[in-house]
């Protein structure tokens, strides 16, 4: 059954931004998300609600995160070419 | 942390994959990550969990941007759910033992900006004033249900221990919290139009 139409679909929506929906529930919600352009709009609706944090809780992650994360997603690949951000700035190569 | 629109094009260039897309990704974590890691630690409490979170978090970033939607979504917010979601897998797979205190009114404006964002078109801001309003309106259970399932990730089960009631109570007070909420906020759009 398509989930677009199920009556509960707002109830799911908000349930699944609060995150109260989980295990099975949250995977069928998900896969229709995937699936389902009406459900993916419908929860985008119910998204600009959520709340924004304060920059209060903001807390610095240790200095080893980064480098871990270039490293594992071999982000090096990604980079501009030294010579090429050289000349970007107007140096002569 | 920058403005939305710096996040957006931050985004895009890392979804573009071309040169340049670690340098943008780079931005986009030096930007986000405080936020990103705050939320991670307030779901999981643990500092080594919250570091998996977001080193997960920020991987599925790299490997989603292209799915991100400017025109509908907004940045932080979506990179806020793929933290979330990660930080919820994740209690589902660990026993986290919780020591929380009762969120009082008064936290909703500690934890979050109910200001509207610099570049909020007037919907948007006054939506956050009236979700804020609304909550205030919503019966003290209900509310706290609502607070602790979104800010600690509590699942049903998390809360009914927490509050001390039973499942069923605790499905309601989030059924109907939410329900509340929606047609609070509703009604408040209503009005204006």
Redesign the interface.
């Known amino acids: 059954m398509k989930l677009a139409r199920d009556p509960n679909l707002d109830a799911l929506c908000g349930e699944y931004l609060l995150g109260t929906l989980r295990g099975a529930a949250r995977r069928r919600f998900e896969r229709a998300l995937r699936e389902e352009p009406l459900v993916a709009a419908r929860l985008r609706h119910w998204q600009g609600l959520a709340p924004r944090y304060s920059a209060m809780i903001e807390t610095p992650p240790p200095a080893s995160a980064w480098p871990r994360l270039e490293r594992e997603l071999g982000l090096s690949r990604y980079r501009t070419p030294w010579h090429r951000r050289v000349s970007l700035r107007g140096t002569p190569p | 942390?920058r403005s939305d629109a710096d996040i957006k094009r931050l985004l895009l260039a890392t979804a573009a994959?071309?040169?340049?897309?670690?340098?943008a990704?780079?931005g986009l974590?030096k930007a986000c990550?405080?936020?990103l890691?705050?939320?991670a630690?307030?779901i999981v409490r643990r500092r080594e969990l919250a570091?998996e979170v977001?080193?997960d978090g920020?991987?599925r970033i790299?490997a989603a941007a292209g799915r991100f939607d400017p025109l509908?979504?907004?940045p932080?917010?979506w990179m806020?759910?793929i933290v979330?979601n990660r930080a919820?897998d994740l209690m589902?797979s660990h026993d986290v033992s919780r020591v929380d205190s009762y969120p009082e009114e008064d936290e909703l404006d500690?934890?979050?900006?109910?200001s509207p964002?610099a570049d909020d078109s007037v919907d948007?801001g006054r939506?956050?004033r009236w979700?804020?309003d609304c909550l205030g309106e919503l019966r003290p259970q209900e509310r706290q249900a609502?607070v602790l399932?979104?800010d600690r990730?509590?699942?049903?089960s998390d809360?009914a221990a927490h509050l001390a009631q039973p499942l069923g109570t605790v499905k309601t007070w989030?059924?109907r919290g939410?329900?509340n909420?929606?047609s609070c906020?509703e009604e408040c759009m209503g009005a204006v139009r």
């Not at chain 2, 994959?17 to 340098?23: C, D, I, L, N, V």
């Not at chain 2, 500690?110 to 109910?114: K, P």
């Open positions: 942390m994959r071309g040169e340049g897309a670690a340098e990704f780079e974590y990550s405080p936020l890691f705050g939320i630690q307030r570091e977001l080193h920020f991987t790299w509908a979504e907004q932080v917010a806020a759910a979330r919820l589902a500690r934890l979050f900006d109910w964002a948007a939506a956050s979700l804020r609502l399932a979104y990730g509590m699942s049903h809360l989030v059924r939410l329900a909420l929606r906020v």
